[in-house]
């Protein structure tokens, strides 16, 4: 053993890779930390179409909202497909005009740009670069998705689209992440917290209204789109998109998500049966793990890898 971890530990390219999938751990740490159902450091902001949203300033005066609901006749695999699909952002994410995915280094990794259009404020176009992972944790119960804006020099192979038009500008996100748990076949709990400069000379009070705005509206239109699903691919593109990618959502997520949801039930039971309040209060880390990708190696994420 002890031959081997020096082995991997001078090999440069293994190192790296190890350094990634710590850091990327303590990001998920972070994330399950910020997206926990405790709102203890948080200031309520709105509540609407059954989300609530709140916002709090860190140490660096960053604005973060976070926004958390119960979808009802929704199931993981609908409110999934939305935030994977980046490319169909403009069918349903507010003031969305177009997007479409860069890069995929890994079979959970990606590079996406959008744009928006900001309706009833003084600015140009405004667009994202994103480069973002998928977090199979669905033995523990959830999915995540983890993403950040990024920089053309980490990217010098792809191209990054110019910014047009008038007062045009590159928003910067310093974080994205959001949770989805699935609580039965046809409800799911998602949450999702970020911090989004849009580089605007606007008063801070005005920005942190057109922020938590849009913010709030993410959940109603995912919401919305996601039960077009169900009325099959002429009226949803992302029913289509499910159906021509059903080696990954039906063969491969769907059997996880009921195993996940079965797990859950043999948990309550097992809770309100127990004879011992330790047995009822038994909690561990989160088993979720990833081998980070780099172009062309197909990286993996935990339960078996993200399929293609």
């Known amino acids: 053993m002890g031959a081997l971890q020096r082995s991997l530990r001078g090999d440069p390219d293994t190192t790296q890779r190890l350094q990634t999938v710590r850091a990327r751990y303590r990001e998920c740490l972070e994330a399950l930390r910020l997206l926990g159902q ?6 309520f902001a709105e509540e609407a179409h059954g989300a609530t949203t709140h916002y709090r300033h860190d140490a660096a005066g960053r604005l973060w909202l976070r926004t958390e609901g119960v979808m009802k006749d929704i199931g993981c695999l609908e409110c999934i497909a939305l935030w994977k ?3 169909l ?8 005009q177009g997007a479409r995915a860069l890069a995929a280094p890994g079979r959970v990794e990606l590079l996406a740009w959008f744009e928006l259009a900001v309706q009833g404020l003084p600015l140009g176009k405004r667009d994202a670069v994103l480069q973002g992972y998928g977090v199979d944790a669905l033995s523990d119960g959830f999915m995540m998705v983890i993403g950040r804006s990024a920089a053309q020099s980490d990217w010098p192979q792809v191209p990054f689209p110019p910014l047009e038009g008038f007062g045009a500008a ?3 996100v310093a974080g994205l992440q959001v949770l989805v748990q699935p609580l039965s076949d046809r409800s799911v709990r998602c949450c999702y917290c970020c911090h989004i400069d849009i580089r605007a000379p606007l008063p801070r009070p005005m920005l942190r209204l057109a922020t938590q705005h849009v913010v709030g509206r993410i959940f109603h239109a995912l919401q919305q789109e996601a039960r077009k699903i169900r009325r099959g691919a002429e009226h949803s593109a992302h029913a289509a998109r499910i159906e021509r990618d059903a080696h990954v959502y039906l063969e491969w997520m769907l059997p996880r998500v009921d195993a996940a949801l079965d797990l859950d039930a043999l948990r309550a039971a097992l809770r309100s049966s127990a004879s011992t309040p330790a047995l009822g209060a038994k909690t561990r880390q989160p088993s979720f793990c990833f081998s980070p990708a780099r172009p062309g190696d197909g990286g993996s994420a935990a339960g078996g890898g993200w399929p293609h």
Do not use: I, K, Q
């Open 85 to 87: 699909e980046v490319d």
């Open 89 to 96: 952002f403009d069918r349903w994410f507010p003031l969305c």
């Open 170 to 172: 590159r928003m910067h």
């Open 38 to 43: 405790s709102s203890d450091g948080w200031a």
